[in-house]
């Protein structure tokens, strides 16, 4: 699979790494330019490419949002069309300005996200559990019990892309339900947050039938 990340940080380069062990192809991009990220790119190894944010959008059918909230005006709104966009994004007021909205919970972050990204399907996963965990917590699809990861959609070919992309890196997804009302259920300051929950207590916190 081809996959685009847009972010370089914690979580992005950890989804980088993971992707291109397991042999898809990425591109990533940071806020800067592809040679500030020639290191990174050398360690990911030949199925990583450093390329600017519009080049990372137009990669691949999936691409991972991984940029701090703050900046999500900044991405590539018409190059993501028709694209599944992963939200690994949080809202952080200290880091990102606060919003008043978003402390009142009138609305989401991913909600904002996928009205600036109106032509995309926007998909919230990966952005409940610590970077390093992520990258250590992985098991095979055959281990008796799997670290859960919520995922939050409207689409659904959107969300079941997404699925297959939690599996394949070790994890197993439970569906949360669509995109604003589940990404209430796995955003900061909920009870599922970085708590690690294997998927089936997961699945009974804030899964949805059916799933």
């Known amino acids: 699979m081809k996959i685009g990340v847009i972010g370089a940080g914690k979580i992005g380069s950890t989804l980088a790494h993971l992707y291109t062990a397991a042999g898809d192809d990425v591109a990533i ?32 059918d999936v691409v991972i949002v991984a940029v701090p909230f703050g900046h999500y005006r900044d991405l590539p709104a018409k190059a993501l069309a028709g694209r599944t966009v992963i939200d690994a994004t949080n809202y952080n007021p ?56 919520p995922v939050s959609g409207d689409d659904p070919d959107a969300k079941w892309q997404v699925f297959d992309l939690v599996e394949q890196i070790g994890f197993e997804p439970v569906d949360a339900g669509p995109l604003v009302e589940g990404g209430r259920k ?18 009974a916190r804030i899964g949805i039938e059916g799933t």
Not at 32 to 52: I, K, N
Not at 186 to 203: C, F, I, K, M, S
């Open 29 to 60: 991009a940071n806020s800067r330019s592809p040679d500030t990220l020639r290191d990174l790119e050398h360690q990911l190894g030949r199925h990583a490419h450093a390329v600017t944010a519009e080049e990372a959008a137009r990669y691949g």
């Open 94 to 149: 200290e880091r990102d300005g606060h919003d008043e909205a978003l402390e009142h919970g009138d609305v989401t972050s991913s909600e904002l996200l996928q009205r600036h990204l109106a032509g995309a399907h926007v998909v919230k996963a990966f952005n409940a559990m610590r970077w390093d965990h992520l990258r250590d917590h992985g098991r095979s699809a055959g281990a008796n019990r799997r670290y859960g990861i």
């Open 186 to 203: 796995h955003q900061p300051g909920t009870e599922v947050y970085t708590a690690d929950l294997w998927a089936d207590t997961l699945h």
